[in-house]
């Protein structure tokens, strides 16, 4: 029978990707190896065999990854059973996709360039990871997998497999980088409240970004990283979930209680000047939508494993995101206009109550997220960076290096995304780049898996229903490689050329100039 998971005893590696309780697909929740054993009709024991752990080896127990070499007579997945149903893997999957996007989401309808272009483009963008979703289920059945670098391995080979790892890795990293620009972002704006904006922008030493921004994440989010187990994180995405919710609903709020006049004096674009720059909107929005390395660990624990399953699983989950993110970039864009920055909550006055109580949560939620997303990127790098290390020095023990080198990448990581998120001007930039390296999950690889499926069933599939699967494959091919390109080539152009968004105290000393020059002077 499949290795029950009582739920106390997660490892912090595991976190992310695997978050639905009960019994695991043969596989303990700890990410340990194990074995499923069942008996035969003629009595003798049948060993099915599962993938070593992917995560970092930070247990005691002895593995011999060259012995343990994979049977061609693997079960089908199938007939493993599973604990979730539609409708947790719905709320799983997300759950996942839910977070911090939804504050760019305004800003995204300015950079495509209007309010119209803006609504489309989200709702082409979740037409476009329905379909992904819907791939990766597929090819998770079809390879068996529970990890999104094992259906590389399956279908492309380890060099597909070494890729997806490093994309993961690159990926987190730049989430991690946007986690450090928000809660620079929020520390100003509670700043602002508690002091005034009058002493706050007389900038004394100790209001100092980047020394504000390494005091609060050296506190509270550094120790959460040297941990192996972080049991009391089991469940951040619901504070995540929950700020992204309390957001909303106070961005639509705010919106109608604001007076006509107020709307009047909005300055808004309904359409773009020139049709490509719909395109800009591209990276933000898929970062919003980004779930699918959460898809293959669902599958896999799915009671039922059917087309039917999965299609519930990806229509509740782009449902649900849509309804959150909707509402939040629509009414954001109509309140705030051309004038909308990359962090919604910027935009508005920081001494309003509703708005304080969203920049209090998420901050909050941002430093319960940043060490979970940490752990799922060194559970990527780590047998990378062992297997490696084992190449070059045969007398290597990755175990009893296991702390110091928990230790190590946990400061290395922490250093790298502290410095540049210190030097990055906003979240919008640090999401074009996270975004353009998500579109290798969405586009990228699935296209690829979409080719390869083609070309080795080309006989199952017939020949015109091979030639759509083969186009369509390489359509998200293309497609993906081209949003990589744009989107690393807008955050590239906006640091480069400087053209970041004014501070607080810098816009409020231009509005106040602007006051001054539009006044009439009274007559004699």
Not at 160 to 165: I, V
């Amino acid at each position: 029978m499949p290795i029950p998971d009582d739920g106390n005893n997660i490892e912090a590696d595991q976190l992310l990707v695997h978050r639905s309780n009960g019994k695991s697909n043969g596989v303990a929740s700890n990410g340990r190896h194990s074995n499923h054993i069942e008996t035969a009709p003629n009595g003798s024991a049948i060993e099915e065999y599962h993938q070593p752990p992917s995560g970092p080896i930070d247990n005691k127990e002895s593995y011999d990854y060259e012995s343990d070499i994979k049977k061609d007579n693997i079960p089908t997945r199938e007939g493993i059973d599973g604990t979730t149903t539609a409708l947790g893997g719905t709320f799983i999957v997300s759950n996942a996709a839910i977070g911090c996007g939804a504050l760019a989401f305004a800003h995204a309808f300015k950079e495509a360039g209007g309010l119209y272009v803006g609504v489309i483009m989200i709702f082409v963008c979740a037409c476009l990871c329905s379909l992904s979703l819907l791939i990766c289920g597929y090819v998770c059945g079809l390879c068996r997998s529970s990890e999104f670098h094992e259906m590389g391995r399956e279908l492309l080979g380890w060099v597909a497999e070494l890729l997806l790892q490093l994309c993961l890795v690159v990926a987190n990293l730049a989430a991690c980088t946007m986690y450090f620009v928000i809660i620079g972002d929020q520390l100003e704006l509670i700043f602002i409240r508690t002091t005034g904006p009058e002493y706050f922008c007389s900038d004394p030493w100790f209001f100092n970004r980047k020394l504000t921004i390494f005091l609060a994440t050296v506190i509270c989010v550094y120790p959460l990283l040297l941990v192996k187990k972080v049991d009391f994180l089991k469940y951040p995405s619901l504070i995540s979930v929950g700020s992204m919710i309390y957001l909303m609903i106070a961005v639509v709020i705010k919106y109608f209680l604001d007076g006509e006049e107020v709307h009047d004096k909005v300055e808004l674009n309904y359409q773009p000047d020139n049709w490509y720059s719909a395109f800009n909107a591209f990276p933000t929005i898929l970062f919003g939508y980004q779930c699918m390395t959460n898809a293959p660990p669902v599958y896999a624990n799915l009671k039922k494993k059917t087309s039917a399953t999965w299609l519930q699983i990806t229509s509740g989950t782009i449902l649900i995101c849509t309804v959150v993110y909707l509402p939040t970039a629509l009414f954001g864009y109509l309140t705030h206009g051309t004038r909308i920055t990359s962090n919604i909550l910027k935009a508005y006055n920081p001494d309003e109550t509703l708005i304080f109580i969203g920049q209090i949560g998420v901050m909050a939620s941002v430093m319960m997220t940043y060490p979970v997303v940490f752990y799922v990127a060194r559970n990527a790098f780590d047998p990378m960076y062992t297997g490696v290390r084992k190449l070059f020095d045969t007398s290597y023990d990755p175990m009893a290096w296991s702390t110091r080198r928990r230790i190590i990448e946990a400061t290395c990581w922490y250093l790298l995304t502290l410095v540049l998120g210190l030097f990055i001007p906003n979240i919008g930039v640090a999401m074009n780049f996270a975004g353009s390296v998500a579109v290798f999950f969405y586009f990228v690889f699935p296209g690829a898996f979409l080719v390869k499926i083609g070309y080795s069933r080309r006989e199952e599939l017939g020949d015109n229903l091979m030639r759509f699967v083969i186009f369509v494959g390489a359509l998200l091919f293309a497609f993906g490689c081209a949003l990589f390109i744009q989107g690393n080539y807008l955050a590239l152009e906006t640091v480069l050329s400087s053209k970041s968004e004014p501070s607080f105290c810098e816009q409020r000393k231009l509005d106040a100039e602007a006051a001054l020059t539009t006044t009439p002077f009274p007559g004699p």
